[in-house]
T-cell receptor, first 114, second 111 residues
Framework: GAGVSQSPRYKVAKRGQDVALRCDPISGHVSLFWYQQALGQGPEFLTYFQNEAQLDKSGLPSDRFFAERPEGSVSTLKIQRTQQEDSAVYLC????????????FGQGTRLTVV | AQRVTQPEKLLSVFKGAPVELKCNYSYSGSPELFWYVQYSRQRLQLLLRHISRESIKGFTADLNKGETSFHLKKPFAQEEDSAMYYCALRRGTGGGNKLTFGTGTQLKVEL
């Protein structure tokens, strides 16, 4: 594909709703990352996959956040019982190798919780 | 834990003037430093990384381990340089792959 693709681009959720955000990485990329970017802030790391293995989930802010990449390609970030503080842009990035390779970012999903 | 600081939220310069976007970091090991740029309505993209020691679009950045800085410089600003710039750190080899970002600096180049 042309790059990392994320959907939806925009999502409005009522407080308490569950949401699922999708990321299609560049084909063949082993590593996949999720970041959360609040308004006026830089991206903050949420979680990292190497193929289908979730190797680092230290950045997930609560147990309401869950990510998966079952076949080592597409990934889904799920947020249960959304809260207003979850409003942010969620960025997905992929890179070719497991270490020291360039990360390519998607355009992000802007989540607004009302 | 590592941290990246970008002290300026907004930097406004005139076209043709020199630009310096400041970045300081804290990390006890040997980091990799990056500058990412986000143009209006576009995705975040890599501008340059310290290990490649190259100039991209006229921008350069030198890692100063003594001052723990990685400032981004360009001698003559162009209108198309207007964008959001993020400094980022990655722990060195064997230390994991995630990036730690600063809060970003909005560069505005005025005519």
């Amino acid at each position: 594909g042309a790059g990392v693709s994320q959907s939806p681009r925009y999502k409005v959720a009522k407080r308490g709703q569950d949401v699922a955000l999708r990321c299609d990485p560049i084909s063949g990329h082993v590593s996949l990352f999720w970041y959360q970017q609040a308004l006026g802030q830089g991206p903050e790391f949420l979680t990292y996959f190497q193929n289908e293995a979730q190797l680092d989930k230290s950045g997930l802010p609560s147990d309401r956040f869950f990510a998966e990449r079952p076949e080592g390609s597409v990934s889904t970030l799920k947020i249960q019982r959304t809260q207003q503080e979850d409003s942010a842009v969620y960025l997905c990035a992929s890179s070719l190798g497991p270490t020291n390779t360039e990360a390519f970012f998607g355009q992000g999903t802007r989540l607004t919780v009302v | 834990a590592q941290r990246v600081t970008q002290p300026e939220k907004l930097l406004s310069v005139f076209k043709g003037a020199p630009v310096e976007l400041k970045c300081n970091y804290s990390y006890s090991g040997s980091p990799e430093l990056f500058w990412y740029v986000q143009y209006s309505r576009q995705r975040l993209q890599l501008l340059l990384r310290h290990i490649s020691r190259e100039s991209i679009k006229g921008f350069t950045a030198d890692l100063n381990k003594g001052e723990t800085s990685f400032h981004l410089k360009k001698p003559f600003a162009q209108e198309e340089d207007s964008a959001m710039y993020y400094c980022a750190l990655r722990r060195g080899t064997g230390g994991g792959n995630k990036l730690t970002f600063g809060t970003g600096t909005q560069l505005k180049v005025e005519l």
